[in-house]
């Protein structure tokens, strides 16, 4: 954050839980911005808000810290379900792209831009293409970025002539690596890539250190969080336990 955007209000000032106050402090992070002055001390009385502030003054930041305040108040249940809901702003990405480009066909990058890229595809009624590419796979490999893998084809009912512009979309830039090369792919790709003229991107969120800014990005973060997805859990889940338990109800 630049220190323009700074107050003289400390997260320590705050009664946020200690846990919350010593993280904020190791990323660097000691004054709040004008968002987050003004909006922790509502949030953190467990009342309901709307902020509103420009890219970059740590919105992020001000529900993260308030939710993990929260949460580190409350004893952590024994079942395995959500605490927290984040929504992700689907559609502010929408507007910024009907405001400033007109695609012609929507390439997701599978998996995660297949929910962003079915509500894209049903507000902005454009025909939709997927890219499937393997990575982030092998025991220990959780949180680091494997070798991409592409699929042979593109799966897509949108004809070639479609391709003229084309948004590359996915849920979010973590390094860059994989966006970069998607776009390669596909201007190698035999069958369209006479045909397009230009290749945009769009993505939920963008993190800190990625070396890759989407040209349409509601949200750029301040850090590198992990990101948990809606249906990340599904991965947990066996699917024998799911027949087992259909039986017993």
Not at 97 to 108: C, D, F, M, R, S
Request: hydrophobic share 40%; net charge neutral.
């Amino acid at each position: 954050m630049k220190k323009t955007h700074l107050t003289e209000t400390k997260f320590a000032d705050l009664n946020l839980a200690p846990q919350v106050v010593t993280g904020l402090e190791a990323m660097g992070f000691n004054y709040c911005t004008s968002i987050q002055a003004k909006s922790l001390p509502v949030l953190l009385q467990g009342t309901d808000i709307a902020g509103q502030a420009q890219t970059g003054e740590g919105k992020t930041i001000a529900f993260l810290a308030a939710t993990f305040h929260h949460l580190l108040q409350k004893e952590a249940p024994t079942h395995n379900q959500p605490r927290a809901l984040i929504m992700a702003p689907t559609r502010e990405l929408a507007i910024q792209i009907h405001q400033n480009y007109k695609p012609t066909v929507l390439v997701g990058i599978m998996r995660g831009a297949a929910p962003i890229l079915d509500i894209l595809s049903r507000i902005l009624k454009i025909p939709i293409a997927y890219i499937v590419i393997q990575s982030y796979r092998g025991k220990g490999m959780e949180d680091k970025q494997g070798e991409l893998m592409f699929a042979r084809e593109i799966s897509s009912l949108a004809e070639n002539k479609d391709f003229q512009k084309v948004l590359l979309v996915d849920d979010l830039s973590d390094t860059g690596l994989t966006l970069n090369k998607s776009i390669e792919w596909l201007k190698n790709y035999n069958p369209i890539k006479d045909n397009i003229n230009e290749i945009k991107t769009a993505c939920l969120w963008k993190k800190k250190s990625s070396t890759f800014t989407p040209d349409f990005c509601p949200v750029l973060l301040d850090s590198d969080p992990w990101i948990v997805q809606p249906t990340e859990h599904y991965e947990e889940i066996d699917i024998n336990k799911i027949i087992s338990k259909h039986k017993k109800s």
